[in-house]
Each structure stands twice: as structure tokens, then as C-alpha cells.
């Protein structure tokens, strides 16, 4: 059985720092590239940044570039999301998503697809940044 696990979420001030771990199992990580996303209160899902199966290469969505690192460990079936210098509008649920396609998986980030179609989705961790 395939099952994505995050954690890691809570409460933050304006300008703090969380760490979110997406734990794997039923799957090997060293074939599938993994991704972060988020769905704020009454706004559609988003893309955050994912990296690809084993090479190294990574997307981050703009408004998160240069504050928020996403890496992995696959020998312990985990993909981290180090998310610094947090404000208030990115209060959300963060769900992390694995699939076979790097093509896919980049494409739903930058929202050139539904993320829909992407194999595998945990069931999130909220994050809420606020005074």
C-alpha cells in the first residue's frame, strides 16, 4: 500500500521558520520525483517546489524561491520542505505528492496542469503563521 505521511506543520510568527517531512512507504523514492503544495482556506491548491527522482534538480515556484529548500533522503523514504522568512498568506494545509513523472510533477508546480493527475498525495499538515 502506497501511503505518503507529512508532518512537521503548526503555528509560526511572521518571518519564523518550520521544517515539513513527507515520510514514504509502499514505494521506492529513487523512481519518483516528489513534490510540496498547499491549499490556503477557500483558494485552490498550489504548487510549492519539487524535486526529481535521484539527479538533484529542483523548481520552486517564485513566490517562494531563495526562502523555502526542499530535499530528500531516500534511503530514509523522506522529502523534507525547510520553509524560512514565513508570512501570513502562506497559512495553508501542505500536502506533499509523489510521481514516476519529473515532466508531470514539474508541470503541476507551475501550474500548467491539474495536479490531479499525480499518483500519490498525503493527507497534509497545517501550517498557520500568525501574531
Known amino acids: 500500500q502506497v501511503q505518503l505521511v507529512e508532518s512537521g506543520g503548526g503555528l509560526v510568527q511572521p518571518g519564523g521558520s518550520l521544517n515539513l517531512s513527507c515520510v514514504a512507504s509502499?514505494?521506492?523514492?529513487?523512481?519518483?520525483?516528489m513534490g510540496w503544495f498547499r491549499q490556503a482556506p477557500g483558494k485552490e491548491r498550489e504548487g510549492v517546489a519539487c524535486a526529481s527522482a535521484s539527479d538533484g534538480t529542483t523548481f520552486y515556484k517564485s513566490r517562494v524561491k531563495g526562502r523555502f529548500t526542499i530535499s530528500r533522503d531516500n534511503a530514509k523514504h523522506t522529502v523534507y520542505l525547510h520553509m524560512t522568512n514565513l508570512r501570513p498568506e502562506e497559512t495553508a494545509v501542505y500536502y506533499c505528492?509523489?510521481?514516476?513523472?519529473?515532466?508531470?510533477?514539474?508541470?503541476?508546480?507551475?501550474?500548467?496542469?491539474?495536479?490531479?493527475?499525480?499518483?500519490?498525495w498525503g493527507q497534509g499538515t497545517p501550517v498557520t503563521v500568525s501574531a
Open positions: 505528492a509523489a510521481d514516476r513523472s519529473w515532466w508531470e510533477m514539474r508541470a503541476s508546480v507551475r501550474g500548467e496542469q491539474s495536479s490531479q493527475t499525480l499518483g500519490t
Open positions: 509502499g514505494i521506492d523514492l529513487d523512481y519518483y520525483a
